[in-house]
C-alpha cells in the first residue's frame, strides 16, 4: 500500500550500476530446478518477481540462500511437483518451471498463471511445445497435469517467437531423449544467456540467440556459478529517465548492444550516448523531439521500453508515434499521463504523443510494471508533486526505485499509506 512522492524538476547526475536482469534471472531460477548440485547466481536484484520465484522453489524443496546480491540455489533434493496457486497467480513466470519440473521430475501441476495485466497473455505455444515433446498435459479444473514419462526430442516450429515458451520448452528438452530443433525461437539476449547458464551445467544446446536452436538431450545437469546479464530494461528506463529529466548520467553493468534499439531511438531524440564496452553515459539539455518507436520481438525496439518511452514523448517537441505489437492492451498508462497533462490518443493498438513539454504533479496510479515506471520518469519531470500509487507493481522489477533515482538527485520518496 506503498506510495511514491515526486517533486519534479530536478536534473539527474551521477554514476549507478544496474543488477543482473530481471527476466534473465527468472529463467535460470526455473532453470536451477533441473540441477542436482548449487548453482549460485551473481548480483541478483531483490524485487518481488524473484523472491516469489525464490519462493516456488522452496515450495518444490529447494533451497535458497542469499549472501548479500549472490543467490545461490540447491535443488539437489526435491520433494514436491506442484507449483503452488498463490504463486503462480503472481508471477507469469512460474509458468517456465513446468519444463524443468518435468524434466527433472517427470510429472508436474501448476495453475494458469498470472502477471501483469497487459494483455489476453495465452499459453498455447508453451503447451504445443510441451506437448509436442511427448508430454501428456490434461487440463482439468484451471490445473494442468503433465506426464512427461515418455518425453522425447521433436522438431517444434513456434508461429510467434515467444520469449517464455522458447525458454520453457529449452528446458522441457534439456533431459529429454533425442534432439529437439525449435524454428521462429525467440532471439531475446535472455535466451542466448538461459543457453550458456544450461551448457555450462553440461547441457548440449546450440544456435539461442538465433531463430534456430537445437537441443541434444543429456541425462542429468551439475551446479555452476553463473552472471546473468545486465538488465537492459532497467538500464534504457535510466537512460529515458535522463532525456526526461535532463543531466548526465554513468551506466555501468550493460552490454550496449542489448540497448541498441533504445539508445538509437535516444539518440535520434537529441540525448547524447557514449557506449564503452560495459558502460554508457547518457546525457540531455531537455530540448528533446518526440520519437516514433514500434515494439516487436529482438533486436527491435522492446515492449518493456513502451510506456517509459511514451512518457518521454510527452514531455518532447512535435509528435512521436507509438505502435504496441507485442500485448493487446499495453497502454493502461495513458490515463494516468493524461491526467499529467500529456497529450495521448490512442486508436486501437497506436497512441499518437503530440509533446506538451510540460506535464503537472497529479495523483496516478500503477496498473502494471512498465507503465508505472513510465508515470515515475513523468513524475521526475512534473511541476509540484506526483504521487503514485500501485508502487507493489513497479517493485516486480525495480529494486528500491526511489533510493535508485534519489542517489542521481531526484527528489522521491516512498510512504506508507499510513504516514
Ligand atoms: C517475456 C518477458 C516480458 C516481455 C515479453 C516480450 C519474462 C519473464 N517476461 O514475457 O517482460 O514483455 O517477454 O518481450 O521474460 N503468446 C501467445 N501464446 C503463448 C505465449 C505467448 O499467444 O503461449 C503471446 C503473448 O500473449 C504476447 C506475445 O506472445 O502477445 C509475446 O509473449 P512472450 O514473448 O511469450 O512474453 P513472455 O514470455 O510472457
Same mark, same amino acid.
Request: aromatic residues 4%.
Given at each position: 500500500?506503498?506510495?511514491?512522492?515526486?517533486?519534479?524538476?530536478?536534473?539527474?547526475?551521477?554514476?549507478?550500476?544496474?543488477?543482473?536482469?530481471?527476466?534473465?534471472?527468472?529463467?535460470?531460477?526455473?532453470?536451477?530446478?533441473? #540441477? =542436482?548440485?548449487? %548453482?549460485?547466481?551473481?548480483?541478483?536484484?531483490?524485487?518481488?518477481?524473484?523472491?516469489?520465484?525464490?519462493?516456488?522453489?522452496? *515450495?518444490?524443496?529447494?533451497? &535458497?540462500?542469499?549472501?548479500?546480491?549472490?543467490?545461490?540455489?540447491?535443488?539437489?533434493?526435491?520433494?514436491?511437483?506442484?507449483?503452488?496457486?498463490?504463486?503462480?497467480?503472481?508471477?507469469?513466470?512460474?509458468?517456465?518451471? +513446468?519444463?524443468?519440473?518435468?524434466?527433472?521430475?517427470?510429472?508436474?501441476?501448476?495453475?494458469?498463471?498470472?502477471? @501483469?495485466?497487459?494483455?489476453?497473455?495465452?499459453?498455447?505455444?508453451?503447451?504445443?511445445?510441451?506437448?509436442?515433446?511427448?508430454?501428456?498435459?490434461?487440463?482439468?479444473? !484451471?490445473?494442468?497435469? $503433465?506426464? !512427461?514419462?515418455?518425453?522425447?526430442?521433436?522438431?517444434?516450429?513456434?508461429?510467434? /517467437?515467444?520469449?517464455?515458451?522458447?525458454?520453457?520448452?529449452? +528446458?522441457?528438452?534439456?533431459?529429454?531423449?533425442?534432439?529437439?530443433?525449435?524454428?521462429?525461437?525467440?532471439?531475446?539476449?535472455?535466451? *542466448?544467456?538461459?543457453?550458456?547458464?544450461?551448457?555450462?551445467?553440461?547441457?548440449?544446446?546450440?544456435?539461442?540467440?538465433?531463430?534456430?536452436?537445437?537441443?541434444?538431450?543429456?541425462?542429468?545437469?551439475?551446479? $555452476?556459478?553463473?552472471? /546473468?546479464?545486465?538488465?537492459?530494461?532497467?538500464?534504457?528506463?535510466? +537512460?529515458?529517465?535522463?532525456?526526461?529529466?535532463?543531466?548526465?548520467?554513468?551506466?555501468?553493468?550493460?552490454?550496449?548492444?542489448?540497448?541498441? #534499439?533504445? =539508445?538509437?531511438k535516444?539518440?535520434k531524440s537529441?540525448?547524447?550516448?557514449?557506449?564503452? @564496452?560495459?558502460?554508457? %553515459?547518457?546525457?540531455?539539455?531537455?530540448?528533446?523531439k518526440a520519437v516514433d518507436i514500434e515494439t516487436s520481438?529482438? /533486436?527491435?525496439f522492446?515492449?518493456? +521500453?513502451q510506456?517509459?518511452i511514451m512518457?518521454f514523448d510527452a514531455?518532447s517537441?512535435g509528435t512521436g508515434i507509438i505502435i504496441e505489437n507485442?500485448?493487446?492492451?499495453?497502454f493502461?498508462?495513458v490515463?494516468?499521463?493524461?491526467?499529467?497533462?500529456a497529450d495521448i490518443t490512442v486508436h486501437g493498438d497506436v497512441a499518437v504523443v503530440r509533446g506538451?513539454?510540460?506535464?503537472?504533479?497529479?495523483? %496516478?496510479? *500503477?496498473?502494471?510494471?512498465?507503465?508505472?515506471?513510465?508515470?515515475?520518469?513523468?513524475?521526475?519531470?512534473?511541476?509540484?508533486?506526483?504521487?503514485?500509487?500501485?508502487?507493489?507493481? &513497479?517493485?516486480?522489477?525495480?529494486?528500491?526505485?526511489?533510493?535508485?533515482?534519489?542517489?542521481?538527485?531526484?527528489?522521491?520518496?516512498?510512504?506508507?499509506?499510513?504516514?
Amino acid at each position: 500500500m506503498d506510495r511514491l512522492l515526486i517533486n519534479g524538476g530536478h536534473r539527474l547526475e551521477g554514476e549507478l550500476a544496474v543488477h543482473s536482469a530481471k527476466n534473465c534471472v527468472l529463467a535460470l531460477l526455473a532453470a536451477c530446478v533441473l #540441477a =542436482t548440485r548449487p %548453482v549460485t547466481l551473481f548480483n541478483c536484484p531483490k524485487i518481488t518477481d524473484i523472491i516469489n520465484m525464490t519462493k516456488i522453489i522452496e *515450495a518444490l524443496g529447494g533451497k &535458497i540462500f542469499w549472501e548479500k546480491d549472490d543467490l545461490t540455489v540447491d535443488c539437489s533434493v526435491l520433494t514436491g511437483n506442484e507449483i503452488p496457486s498463490s504463486y503462480a497467480k503472481e508471477i507469469r513466470s512460474s509458468l517456465f518451471l +513446468m519444463g524443468p519440473i518435468i524434466g527433472r521430475l517427470k510429472h508436474a501441476k501448476a495453475v494458469f498463471p498470472g502477471g @501483469c495485466d497487459i494483455g489476453i497473455r495465452p499459453i498455447d505455444l508453451h503447451l504445443k511445445g510441451l506437448r509436442a515433446l511427448n508430454i501428456d498435459i490434461e487440463e482439468t479444473g !484451471g490445473f494442468l497435469y $503433465c506426464n !512427461g514419462e515418455n518425453a522425447r526430442g521433436n522438431d517444434i516450429h513456434l508461429d510467434f /517467437p515467444s520469449v517464455g515458451a522458447t525458454e520453457n520448452i529449452m +528446458m522441457a528438452a534439456v533431459l529429454a531423449k533425442g534432439k529437439t530443433t525449435i524454428t521462429n525461437a525467440a532471439k531475446e539476449p535472455e535466451i *542466448a544467456a538461459l543457453q550458456k547458464f544450461l551448457n555450462k551445467m553440461g547441457a548440449k544446446i546450440a544456435g539461442a540467440g538465433s531463430s534456430t536452436i537445437v537441443i541434444e538431450g543429456v541425462k542429468k545437469l551439475d551446479g $555452476c556459478e553463473f552472471e /546473468p546479464i545486465p538488465d537492459r530494461i532497467v538500464a534504457g528506463t535510466l +537512460m529515458t529517465a535522463v532525456g526526461i529529466a535532463g543531466g548526465e548520467i554513468e551506466i555501468e553493468n550493460v552490454v550496449p548492444e542489448h540497448i541498441a #534499439a533504445i =539508445t538509437s531511438k535516444l539518440v535520434k531524440s537529441s540525448c547524447k550516448v557514449r557506449a564503452f @564496452c560495459d558502460r554508457i %553515459v547518457i546525457s540531455s539539455n531537455l530540448r528533446t523531439k518526440a520519437v516514433d518507436i514500434e515494439t516487436s520481438p529482438y /533486436p527491435a525496439f522492446p515492449t518493456d +521500453m513502451q510506456a517509459q518511452i511514451m512518457a518521454f514523448d510527452a514531455i518532447s517537441e512535435g509528435t512521436g508515434i507509438i505502435i504496441e505489437n507485442i500485448f493487446e492492451t499495453r497502454f493502461k498508462h495513458v490515463p494516468d499521463l493524461r491526467r499529467m497533462g500529456a497529450d495521448i490518443t490512442v486508436h486501437g493498438d497506436v497512441a499518437v504523443v503530440r509533446g506538451v513539454r510540460k506535464l503537472y504533479g497529479a495523483e %496516478v496510479h *500503477a496498473s502494471d510494471l512498465r507503465g508505472g515506471s513510465a508515470l515515475v520518469l513523468a513524475g521526475l519531470k512534473a511541476e509540484g508533486v506526483t504521487s503514485i500509487s500501485g508502487v507493489g507493481l &513497479i517493485d516486480r522489477g525495480y529494486e528500491s526505485f526511489e533510493k535508485t533515482l534519489s542517489s542521481l538527485g531526484a527528489k522521491i520518496q516512498r510512504i506508507s499509506v499510513n504516514d
